[in-house]
């Protein structure tokens, strides 16, 4: 099977969500409205919405439990876990057994009535509050999340394509001001090219070094003759 992190129940919810929302408004379209015509097309869309929400809503239960007992999580999250869970098990309650009465209600063509309505908005509010609860779970406990960025202290910086960039941290360092350019009053040397000549003649290459006189004192000692 194809490997879904954290689980496959992210992955339902959303039809179970979108589905039935999108029934319970045709739903209230059909009963607003008089129009014959439109609210012929709106019951239609409304009822098959309605029973693809409930089986999807049986399918995300079922992962949901599945979830429910293999998530990584602490003490905090597991309170908010048994919360979401207590909120979808009374959605399911009352989904179920209205899916199945729409069933009866569209076979025998009974019209949409009141206490239909009011169970269909019943169930709006309670996906509603469910579907809150499952995003608190992700959004501010971080169930089900692989990993999480790498912080970088109290704030980091990061450039975007077009050269542009900005720092995140809350106190930024000022800007340390420039060296000051050098006096061009003040004595500074040349720099020491690599070839340079002294004062002294160099040797050819074809000739011995040149002798250097060597002085002599005259010392009784040691006479010379010339």
Do not use: C
């Not at 496959?8 to 607003?32: C, E, K, N, Q, R």
């Not at 501010?140 to 910086?157: F, I, M």
């Amino acid at each position: 099977m194809i490997e879904i992190i954290p689980n496959w129940h992210p992955i339902f919810v959303h039809f179970t969500v979108g589905l039935l929302s999108t029934s319970i408004g045709f739903f209230l379209l059909a009963y607003l409205v008089k129009n014959q015509r439109w609210r012929e097309q709106w019951l239609t869309v409304a009822y098959w919405n309605l029973w693809l929400g409930g089986g999807f809503a049986i399918i995300t239960g079922v992962a949901g439990w599945f979830a429910f007992n293999s998530v990584n999580h602490d003490t905090p999250s597991h309170e908010a876990m048994i919360e979401h869970r207590d909120w979808a098990l009374a959605t399911l309650g009352v989904v179920i057994p209205l899916t199945l009465w729409s069933w009866r209600r569209y076979s025998a063509g009974a019209k949409v009535n009141g206490l239909f309505l009011g169970l269909l908005l019943l169930t709006g509010g309670l996906l509603l509050s469910t579907a809150w609860h499952g995003a608190e779970l992700v959004y501010r406990y971080g169930l089900g999340v692989k990993s999480l960025p790498k912080a970088e202290g109290e704030g980091h910086g990061h450039s975007h394509a077009d050269g542009g960039g900005h720092d995140h941290s809350s106190d930024a360092m000022p800007a340390m001001p420039a060296a000051p350019a050098p006096d061009a009053t003040m004595d500074s040397h040349p720099p020491h090219d690599a070839e340079h000549t002294h004062d002294e003649p160099q040797a050819k290459p074809d000739e011995p070094p040149a002798k250097k006189p060597h002085p002599h004192v005259d010392d009784p000692a040691h006479p010379h003759s010339h």
